[in-house]
T-cell receptor
């Protein structure tokens, strides 16, 4: 079983839709949670960063963490064609001074105009 | 532009060959990470260097090796290449060793092994 599970998609939605992207994880040592966005032929770039359980909002994007269920989500409101990309969840665990930075496999999103 | 530079952008080679991928981190960043990205495995952590020293190792094959030089650039060496090594190889950098924040990624080196 992978430490981080993410549905690879692809996910196609019409412009203006609300998009929900999710990851589950098995390691309770994960403390920091992130979402990266990766456009085609580019490297990933950080979109959202959260530490504690709960919601964090930034414009059209909301990141949600539920540590008790080991589940994180990214919501995109009023989705735009420019949001078409692969979204990767990422998590960091700290064990005995070693920091492990793990990525999900990514979900491909296509927003149709 | 993340400030991380990777060369070459594309590389086509044959099985059994050896290649070297190069990464220059963002100015001031001391940590360099190497990741392999394939369609079915996603972004897999290979190895991390901090200020010239190896800090963490992931799923890096024995045929692969890396180093970070005094000027902080890093090289990933892939030898005895197999078809399955075809992938995108990303380098990322951060300021700190024990990083709990953002990684800055380059645009990747696409390796095709024929």
């Amino acid at each position: 079983q992978k430490e981080v599970e993410q549905d690879p998609g692809p996910l196609s939605v019409p412009e203006g839709a609300i998009v929900s992207l999710n990851c589950t994880y098995s390691n309770s040592a994960f403390q920091y949670f992130m979402w990266y966005r990766q456009y085609s032929r580019k490297g990933p770039e950080l979109l959202m960063y959260t530490y504690s359980s709960g919601n964090k909002e930034d414009g059209r994007f909301t990141a949600q963490v539920d540590k008790s269920s080991k589940y994180i989500s990214l919501f995109i409101r009023d989705s735009q064609p420019s949001d078409s990309a692969t979204y990767l969840c990422a998590m960091i665990s700290s064990t005995s001074g070693t920091y492990k930075y793990i990525f999900g496999t990514g979900t491909r999103l296509k927003v149709l105009a | 532009d993340s400030g991380v530079t990777q060369t070459p952008k594309h590389l086509i080679t044959a099985t059994g060959q050896r290649v070297t991928l190069r990464c220059s981190p963002r100015s001031g960043d001391l940590s360099v990470y190497w990741y392999q990205q394939s369609l079915d495995q996603g972004l897999q952590f290979l190895i991390q260097y901090y200020n010239g020293e190896e800090r963490a190792k992931g799923n890096i094959l024995e045929r692969f090796s890396a180093q970070q030089f005094p000027d902080l650039h890093s090289e990933l060496n892939l030898s005895s290449l197999e078809l399955g090594d075809s992938a995108l190889y990303f380098c990322a950098s951060s300021a700190r060793d024990r990083n709990t924040g953002e990684l800055f990624f380059g645009e990747g080196s696409r390796l095709t092994v024929l």
